[in-house]
């Protein structure tokens, strides 16, 4: 990586810090998925621990993992088997935010001419853009597991005397599977900027890519599929073989004739 592909990683961050409207999102939308909603769960858990629903999330789990704490192995299913599913989802929503408008986004501000003139060959370009929604999908990935393993740990302390710690299923989500997501996203995301014709347009097509994480985190309540440490490790690194041959097929594809028309 060159000096020029570093100041373009740096123009775009400075794009989207600059921006409220754009920075909002990115905050708000990880702090809601991992601090408000496992701390709604902690309290139900805490409070109303007999509830038919959660005693029957509970007969899902195998013998092994349960405790003779109902709120301690609810609160452990809580965050080994279902948060791991929102950090599927993080990466996806805080990087389509600037992937979304990496090249559609140069168009409105006329400035995409100046971008190609710049010492960087086309699929340099390509890939400063993809690295700079990468690095911001793990920014904000990695501080919100802190962010929620402080609030949690504190939460369960007070509330049930004992300390929440993660289970090893969360190396395999923070250090494997949620960067292999975040790339597949990424350059999807990335290459249909460069076709659309503006930066809504990039974004409603973003969603999409939601749409199976959301029914993942479905069966996870439900209790159709628990992401335990096998699935975890056979799902990550399909991931990142998928995101290794999609990087690899879109930089290949992406032209000069794919962004100018």
């Given at each position: ?173 923070i250090l494997l599977i949620s960067p292999a997501i975040s790339l597949i996203a990424i ?75």
């Amino acid at each position: 990586m060159n000096y020029a592909m570093l100041a373009l990683i740096k123009k775009d961050f400075g794009g989207i810090t600059s921006n409220r409207r754009l920075m909002l999102p990115v905050v708000l939308v990880p702090l809601i998925l991992t601090v408000l909603l496992p701390s709604v769960f902690l309290l139900a858990i805490r409070f109303a621990p007999e509830d038919p629903d959660i005693l029957k999330m509970l007969e899902l789990l195998p013998a092994k993992m349960r405790s003779d704490s109902v709120t301690q192995t609810a609160a452990g299913m809580i965050l080994n088997y279902i948060m791991p599913a929102f950090f599927l989802m993080i990466p996806i929503m805080t990087s389509s935010i600037m992937a979304a408008g990496s090249f559609v986004g140069e168009k409105e501000k006329h400035t995409l001419e100046t971008l190609l003139c710049c010492p960087l060959t086309l699929r340099q370009i390509f890939c400063a853009k993809v690295f700079a929604s990468f690095l911001l999908s793990m920014f904000a990935s990695l501080l919100s597991f802190l962010v929620m393993i402080l609030v949690l740990g504190l939460e369960s302390f007070f509330l049930m005397g004992t300390l929440l710690l993660p289970g090893a299923n969360w190396i395999l989500v923070i250090l494997l599977i949620s960067p292999a997501i975040s790339l597949i996203a990424i350059t999807l995301i990335v290459k249909g900027s460069a076709k659309a014709q503006s930066v809504e347009e990039s974004q409603q097509s973003a969603v999409f890519l939601i749409l199976p994480v959301i029914l993942l985190v479905a069966g996870q309540f439900s209790g159709l599929m628990l992401l335990r440490f096998p699935i975890l490790l056979i799902v990550g690194i399909l991931c990142a073989l998928l995101a290794w041959v999609l990087l690899k097929k879109a930089m290949k594809r992406f032209t000069y004739e794919l962004l100018l028309k």
